[in-house]
């Protein structure tokens, strides 16, 4: 399986673009905890790219690739700003850090997805899930 | 998402419903500043039928967790699924939200 998709810089569609995509993904049968957690992590790397990427320009894109390899599903979303310095994300599990109202949708992207990795200076994410399937 | 109140042993219990997500949470933001203009100082959110969270929604409660602080409030929540519980517990929020198992053990506490 390989999806390929421009997503306009709106928020507001997110939800519906991932119901879309839910449903192409379906035949792989991935387990709803499993997809409660993909889903979250595209979400969260959407809103990124949007908000801080594209600065919400409703005339730039996002790029999402979904590709599955066996029992991987690996999502790249792609915007088109300057990046960012993602080797210095504050842990927002940290006490003094834990009433701040930003700064949580890197960290749980890390934590919910199996492999993260940023490319052309933090413009590029690619999500990888091992994923099972639904008994 | 909907937004349902109602009140227990002098607790507002607000029952939401659906979704809480970057679309979302603003509707959520008007209902708890209609509970802070009402000058509510017990509330406990149940999240019984609450069947996603992102980090909007996270951040739209630690608002109102410090406004309901300042004003002297309290703030717990219920009845969460196993989903919507791990965000909490990834994040480490559960250490800074009251979250019990179910609504009478919250009410029981507030």
Request: with cysteine.
């Amino acid at each position: 399986m390989n999806i390929s998709e421009k997503v306009p810089s709106r928020l507001e569609i997110i939800p519906e673009f991932i119901s879309s995509l839910a449903e192409k993904i379906k035949p792989l049968g991935i387990s709803s905890e499993q997809f409660f957690n993909i889903r979250l992590s595209l979400e969260e790397a959407l809103v990124n790219a949007i908000k801080y990427g594209n600065k919400m320009d409703p005339q730039l894109f996002v790029d999402v690739v979904v590709e599955s390899q066996g029992d991987k599903l690996i999502i790249i979303v792609k915007d088109k700003g300057q990046g960012f310095d993602f080797d210095n994300v504050l842990d927002p599990t940290k006490v003094e850090n834990l009433e701040k109202t930003s700064g949580r949708g890197i960290f749980l992207i890390k934590n919910l997805m199996d492999e993260v990795e940023f490319s052309d200076g933090g413009s590029q994410i690619k999500m990888v899930k091992v994923f099972n399937k639904d008994e | 998402m909907n937004v349902k109140e109602e009140r227990a042993n002098g607790v507002l219990v607000c029952i939401l419903e659906g979704e809480v997500n970057i679309n979302t949470s603003p509707e959520l933001r008007k209902a708890f500043d209609e509970i802070i203009r009402n000058k509510e100082s017990k509330v406990l959110v149940d999240f019984s039928s609450v069947s996603y969270i992102d980090s909007s929604g996270l951040a739209t409660l630690i608002e109102m967790l410090q406004r309901l602080k300042r004003a002297g409030g309290r703030l717990c929540f219920s009845n969460m699924s196993q989903k919507v519980k791990n965000v909490f517990e990834i994040t480490k929020l559960d250490k800074l939200f009251e979250i019990f198992e179910s609504r009478q053990e919250a009410l029981q506490s507030l």
